[in-house]
Nanobody
Framework: QVQLVESGGGLVQAGGSLRLSCAAS????????MAWFRQAPGKEREFVAG????????YYADVVEGRFTISRDNAKNTAYLQMNSLKFEDTAVYYC?????????????????WGQGTQVIVSS
């Protein structure tokens, strides 16, 4: 069983930055693909960024490419999402998710484990 806990959300002005954290526990994380998703009110949950835990392989949604960066600290079993140049449309609840390696996925239905979410609000 994998437990994921997000933190770092908050209110920020457009153009600003936030860093989200996802603390993981309960398993060997080199066996998991990690990803961030988000869900805005009235919209479906959408893929934001993903990363294989044991490799430096990352992938992003087009709408965040070049602005967001996913990374991890293996010693802390923690994944991060650095969000720069934030836009009003980035406002959403952000979720950390994990699935068994090796295959990457952008479909939230493929992910087995989820955190509780952290709210990000970008004011225009």
């Amino acid at each position: 069983q994998v437990q994921l806990v997000e933190s770092g959300g908050g209110l920020v002005q457009a153009g600003g930055s936030l860093r989200l954290s996802c603390a993981a526990s309960g398993s060997t994380f080199s066996r998991y693909v990690m990803a961030w998703f988000r869900q805005a009110p009235g919209k479906e949950r959408e893929f934001v960024a993903g990363m294989r835990w044991s490799w430096d392989s990352t992938y992003y949604a087009d709408v965040v490419e070049g602005r967001f960066t996913i990374s991890r600290d293996n010693a802390k079993n923690t994944a991060y999402l650095q969000m720069n140049s934030l836009k009003f449309e980035d406002t959403a609840v952000y979720y950390c998710a994990a699935k068994q390696a090796p295959w990457e996925a952008r479909n939230p239905a493929m992910y087995e484990y989820w955190g509780q979410g952290t709210q990000v609000i970008v004011s225009s």
